[in-house]
Nanobody
Framework: QVQLVESGGGLVQAGGSLRLSCAAS????????MGWFRQAPGKEREFVAA?????????SYADSVKGRFTISRDNAKNTVYLQMNSLKPEDTAVYYC???????????????WGQGTQVTVSS
C-alpha cells in the first residue's frame, strides 16, 4: 500500500529551474523524515536533501546542491518537494524521494522509495 510517486522531472537548460514533487500514501507521512536522492549514469546513488518529519524545523543538503536546491514538505498534502534552481549539467540524474524514521542522509536508513523521475540538464 505504500506509495511514493515523484513527478516534475524533465529536460531543462543549464541555469534553469525545476520543481520536483513526491506524493506519499500508505504510511503516516508526518511521522517520517523525507529525503531526495539521485543517481547519475555510471555513478552511485547520492544524497541530495532531507527534511525532518516536523515540517519546517530543519533540513539537510549535500554540499553540491547547497544554495541552489530547497527541500520542503506539506504534511497536510503528504507531499515533499525539491525546488531546483541554477541547474547544472552535472545535476542530470534520476531523482528519488524516500521516507525514513530517522533523519539521515544514508540511503540504507530509508524505508520507502519512489520510482524516480528523470532530470536532464542541457548545457
Amino acid at each position: 500500500q505504500v506509495q511514493l510517486v515523484e513527478s516534475g522531472g524533465g529536460l531543462v537548460q543549464a541555469g534553469g529551474s525545476l520543481r520536483l514533487s513526491c506524493a506519499a500514501s500508505g504510511f503516516i507521512f508526518s511521522a517520517y523524515n523525507m529525503g531526495w536522492f539521485r543517481q547519475a549514469p555510471g555513478k552511485e546513488r547520492e544524497f541530495v536533501a532531507a527534511a525532518i518529519s516536523r515540517s519546517g524545523v530543519t533540513t539537510s543538503y549535500a554540499d553540491s546542491v547547497k544554495g541552489r536546491f530547497t527541500i520542503s514538505r506539506d504534511n497536510a498534502k503528504n507531499t515533499v518537494y525539491l525546488q531546483m534552481n541554477s541547474l547544472k549539467p552535472e545535476d542530470t540524474a534520476v531523482y528519488y524521494c524516500a521516507a525514513s524514521k530517522a533523519f539521515t542522509r544514508y540511503g540504507k536508513d530509508y524505508d520507502y522509495w519512489g520510482q524516480g523521475t528523470q532530470v536532464t540538464v542541457s548545457s
